[in-house]
């Protein structure tokens, strides 16, 4: 099995973190949706990372959709999701703020790294950064009210890794010090031995 994309995509991360977690072997393909267009290409003509390549050929994308589909073959003790109905649905919660937020940081990368400035359009700069910093408060008062899981579970992934990439390119927009409990966790977990194996950097 192999997984293209580069790990400074938090999407490409979070599945690469979650695959080790379910215990699935897999091979990273390091292509960058930029830089390695081609060869990119020449796998996954639409050049979406994380693009997940199975052994039978078959092609699965959307970081999300990857993680559901091993979620769904994860024995109990591998299980990155709470069984119990109440708990799901308040984890499916918290992703939905995270991954928001993940969406609108790579919106907020893109449009200063990849927009010439003269072509930049300031209103929607600003209705990103008010998404991007709405859903990180949302984020940050949920997993305040949380009750401490004990194992690595997919909010510890997703919440991690999109905290790490946000400070890593974002630290002047999301400033740290007003999310202290996102940075306490995010603290906690970037040590551990599944998010050492594939970091950021
Ligand atoms: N919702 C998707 C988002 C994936 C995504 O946007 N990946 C970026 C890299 S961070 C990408 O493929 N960018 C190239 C493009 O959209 O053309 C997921 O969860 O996998």
Redesign the pocket.
Known sequence: MKLI?TLD????RRTAISLHLYGAAFENLPLS?FKDLEAFSALSPV????TLLLDDGTRL????LIIDYFESLADVGHALMPQEVTRRAADVQLLGFILAASEKA?QHVYEHRLRPEEKRHQPWVERVTHQLLAACREWESLLAKRVPHDRVDQVAVTGTVVWSFIQHRLAQVVIAADFPHIQAFADRHEPLPAFRAWPLN
């Not at 995509?9 to 490409?12: D, K, Q």
């Not at 994308?61 to 999300?64: G, I, K, V």
């Open positions: 994309g995509s938090p999407y490409v949706v050049v979406k990372a994380p994308m959307d970081s999300t790579v």
